[in-house]
């Protein structure tokens, strides 16, 4: 299936895989680029830019097909400038810009010959990044999983596409063929997908995080600010519970205050990636995941997931099709 993002990006279906704080490495990267899509990887995930740089060389060494560099583009993550360079020093031929201004690293992306996909879960958010010269974007829709947007994709998707000429990407709620078929009839060239792919065979996740998801139904994701300084959807796991979703009083106080909300967030997030390798390791059940979470029912080779997605959506398009003679 071709649409303007698997022509922007070279990739044979309109998937990517969703760079993954604490899930995304290269095992899941490759599989990826075999299968013909493309998948992100958050620097952040690296204990160091070099660590980082050195699995961009590995992802090289074993696939030709192409990857994505996740960068957060805000001024709390103080790497960006050495993990810009890294990336471009491996040739990296996607980076997906989130949670700030893009327009450096668009810049900087394009004199290298790469494309810039960036996050946004507003109209004017999404505007400002097609002027800073965004290639795509990524709709983050309510229901993502990580930092899930709020708007619904019924109504961001459709508004993006109205207002940009860049390829829109669905980012979130979809895990099989009846949501990427449902988001190109919103006009989107793709999805992307974060939850479906925790629970495949290639990826690195704890085994009790994908088993949650295969367990999961929409009932089981709750949002919450608690763990990350950032609204984000989480599995309800025993440990959560634990720790509660409501903020601490003296927490909620300094988020509320427009002085102090910006540097509590940057603590929380420096304190929530302190806890990023146990929680990798499945010793801490404080696992993100959308409420997709509830279509997925099995663990499976990445390239299965990708056929199975891909049949499905040319069945539901068929089918939809003789509906409406
Ligand atoms: C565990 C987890 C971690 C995530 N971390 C990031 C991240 O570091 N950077 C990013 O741009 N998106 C992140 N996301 C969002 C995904 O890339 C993707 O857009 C999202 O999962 C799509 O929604 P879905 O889970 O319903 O498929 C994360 C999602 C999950 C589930």
Redesign the pocket.
Same mark, same amino acid.
């Given at each position: 299936m071709q649409t303007p993002l698997t022509r922007l990006l070279g990739i044979r279906a309109p998937i990517l895989v969703?760079? /993954? %704080?604490?899930?995304s490495e290269e095992n899941l990267v490759v599989a990826a680029a075999e299968a013909g899509i493309v998948a @992100?990887l958050?620097p952040?995930n690296y204990e160091s830019v070099d660590a980082f740089a050195a699995a961009l060389g590995r992802i090289r060494a074993r696939t030709s097909g192409p990857f994505a560099v #996740?960068l957060i583009v805000n001024r709390a993550n103080v790497r960006l400038p050495r993990q810009l360079e890294a990336a471009l020093d491996a040739k990296t031929p996607i980076f997906?810009a +989130?949670l700030g201004d893009p327009e450096e690293v668009i810049r900087r992306a394009h004199a290298a010959n790469a494309k810039v996909i960036c996050?946004v879960s507003t109209l004017a958010h999404g505007e400002r990044a097609v002027r800073a010269g965004a290639d795509a974007l #990524?709709a983050?829709v309510a229901? !993502? @999983? $990580?930092h899930a947007g709020h708007i619904t994709a019924f109504a961001l998707v459709p508004s993006l596409v109205d207002r940009v000429k860049v390829p829109v990407v669905c !980012? &979130?709620?979809? !895990?099989d063929g009846r949501g990427l078929a449902a988001a190109l009839m919103l006009g989107a060239s793709g999805v *992307? /997908? $974060? %939850?479906?792919f925790?629970a495949c065979n290639e990826c690195e996740a704890a085994r009790g995080w994908k088993d949650a998801i295969v367990r999961a139904t929409p009932d089981d994701l709750v949002l919450t600010e608690r763990l990350s300084g950032v609204m984000g959807s989480y599995l309800k796991t025993a440990e959560l519970s634990r720790m509660g979703t409501a903020m601490p009083l003296p927490l909620a106080l300094l988020m509320r205050s427009k002085r102090t909300r910006g540097l509590t967030q940057k603590a929380m997030l420096v304190l929530a990636s302190r806890k990023m390798s146990e929680i990798r390791k499945g010793e801490r059940a404080l696992w993100? !995941? &959308? *409420? +997709?979470a509830g279509l997925v029912h099995d663990t499976l080779p990445l390239a299965t997931i990708v056929e199975r997605v891909m049949r499905e959506c040319h069945d539901v398009l068929a089918k939809a099709e003789t509906l409406t003679r």
């Open positions: 969703g760079p /993954m %704080t604490a899930v @992100g958050p952040h #996740n997906v +989130s996050d #990524n983050v229901g !993502a @999983g $990580g !980012a &979130g709620g979809v !895990a *992307q /997908m $974060g %939850t479906r925790i993100s !995941a &959308g *409420q +997709s």
